[in-house]
């Protein structure tokens, strides 16, 4: 069955084979977009809905690789804000630019196989090569990296592996609030980690640009909210927990990290 996801005014993916867990895969992700009152599906419900699929030829890359599953939804409902509860989503809820990269991504991997239809292991894969959304950087700080998951995708695909089966998920039993209390001491650490990363890749990228980057610091309950200014049409937001000590001098220069 070809499946059908609009991607703007004049472009449209059809004739596309997405198989049976593909177009599962993207209903779960509409789903936990509604679930954190999103008006739009991006990559990080993306890898929600893979996360929730539970079986598949990604879901059995990810776990032979040693990929924690049910961490990586951990780290992204401690880290993705929900929004505010205004009514009943509608039908159709709009991709990202990032989201619609994904899935036009999935078909070049796919295609690049010579495979003739999309499965769940090229939207991994698509995800992967996307390289700059949330759930590009949620996989990648779960420790896969592109060229690991092409591999063992090639391999188990060649070898005609049956792909496992993980236990089911315990369904939410509602959706996180929009400010919500300090997460468990565990799911902090994770969120700590990946804005670590972050925060030292911003600093990358202003070495590279040939910057000098200004920080500013919002604190509240629900955390530390660093502004990263790496230019004048560059800004990123990295979010720490409220405990950290993240080192920001008053005069707006980096931490000494």
Avoid: C
Wanted: aromatic content about 4%; overall charge neutral.
């Amino acid at each position: 069955m070809a499946f059908l996801v609009q991607l703007g005014r004049s472009r449209q993916m059809q004739g596309y084979n997405f198989t049976e867990h593909v177009r599962r895969l993207l209903a779960m992700a509409r789903e936990e977009a509604i679930r954190l009152h999103h008006e739009y599906v991006g990559t990080e419900h993306i890898v929600l809905g893979l996360v929730r699929l539970r079986e598949g030829v990604a879901v059995t890359v990810l776990h032979n690789l040693g990929i924690d599953v049910d961490r990586i939804r951990r780290t992204i409902d401690a880290t993705v804000k929900a929004g505010q509860p205004e009514g009943r989503p509608g039908p159709d809820l709009p991709y990202t630019s990032r989201a619609k990269k994904v899935l036009e991504l999935a078909m070049t991997e796919a295609r690049e196989m010579h495979h003739t239809y999309v499965g769940s292991e090229h939207l991994l894969l698509g995800l992967l090569r996307e390289e700059r959304g949330i759930g590009a950087q949620v996989l990648v700080d779960a420790g896969l990296s592109l060229a690991a998951a092409r591999q063992e995708t090639l391999r188990l695909v060649g070898a005609g592996t049956q792909p496992i089966q993980l236990p089911p998920l315990p369904p939410p039993l509602e959706p996180p609030p929009a400010a919500p209390p300090s997460p468990a001491k565990s799911v902090d650490r994770d969120r700590e980690e990946i804005a670590w990363r972050r925060l030292h890749h911003a600093l990358d990228i202003s070495q590279r640009l040939g910057t000098r980057p200004t920080l500013s610091l919002v604190r509240d309950a629900t955390g530390n909210r660093l502004t990263v200014s790496l230019g004048p049409d560059l800004t990123l937001t990295v979010e720490f927990p409220p405990d950290v000590d993240i080192g920001v001098k008053p005069t707006g220069e980096p931490p000494n990290a």
